[in-house]
């Protein structure tokens, strides 16, 4: 299992930005596909974006689509989400999962939490209003 630490949360201003960071543990990080998932007190975990290999292909929930970017930095076995134009309804704890690659074999199975077997702690994000 990969080990994920997230980090970069915070309080903001609605229509700010932020940039959440999950880190890897080294070695292991080009035979995983990542994921970053929310939950907001009393509701479902929800899923927010997803990278995998090869090729950098990105999936996106609709609700966050053109506001947020999830990315990679193999050299620092880091994953990354910029958060822009941030909503009060973005409040959530954040989630980085892996997932090893060669389980994501469709588009849909990078939505399905159940496809990642490693998760971070969260970090808080707290949009105002």
């Known amino acids: 299992q990969v080990q994920l630490v997230e980090s970069g949360g915070g309080l903001v201003q609605a229509g700010g930005s932020l940039r959440l960071s999950c880190a890897a543990s080294r070695g292991t990080f080009s035979r995983y596909a990542f994921g970053w998932f929310r939950q907001a007190p009393g509701k479902e975990r929800e899923f927010v974006a997803a990278?995998?290999?090869?090729?950098?292909?990105?999936y996106y929930a609709g609700s966050v689509k053109g506001r947020f970017t999830i990315s990679a930095d193999n050299a620092k076995n880091t994953v990354y989400l910029q958060m822009n134009s941030l909503k009060p309804e973005d409040t959530a704890v954040y989630y980085c999962?892996?997932?090893?690659?060669?389980?994501?074999?469709?588009?849909?199975?990078?939505?399905?939490?159940?496809?990642?077997?490693?998760w971070g702690q969260g970090t808080q994000v707290t949009v105002s209003s």
């Open positions: 999962a892996g997932g090893l690659a060669r389980k994501f074999y469709s588009a849909i199975s990078y939505y399905a939490g159940s496809q990642y077997n490693s």
């Open positions: 990278i995998g290999w090869p090729g950098d292909v990105t």
